[in-house]
């Protein structure tokens, strides 16, 4: 336990000098204790599995962060945009908003 506090610790240390977002850090210390329950890190290869869950959480947050952009992040309403949006109806030129072709002539 106190291997694992001291990991998380000098990853959030290392990530403030790298720029990394702390919630990067925080994904990837949920991710890390995911392996630990199930018993798949050891004493040999805590570091590593440590340094894998970063890079996913990095991936994961960090560059959808960087795709944000017009069309790709999360709208006003909060809703995450389509990756391929269907095309805008285009208006109906009867709906009343604009007179009839055929009735005016100019």
Known sequence: LSKIRSL???A???AAKAGIDLSTIAFSC???ERLCHQKCVTKFNRRVAFAACI???YKFNELRHKMEGPG???DES???GDANP???PKPNPNDGT???KGIFRW
């Open 30 to 32: 949920c991710y890390f």
């Open 12 to 14: 959030t240390l290392m």
């Open 55 to 57: 890079l996913l959480a």
């Open 98 to 100: 604009e007179p009839k």
């Open 8 to 10: 998380k610790r000098s």
């Open 72 to 74: 790709l992040g999360a």
């Open 86 to 88: 269907k095309p805008k």
């Open 78 to 80: 909060g809703n995450l």
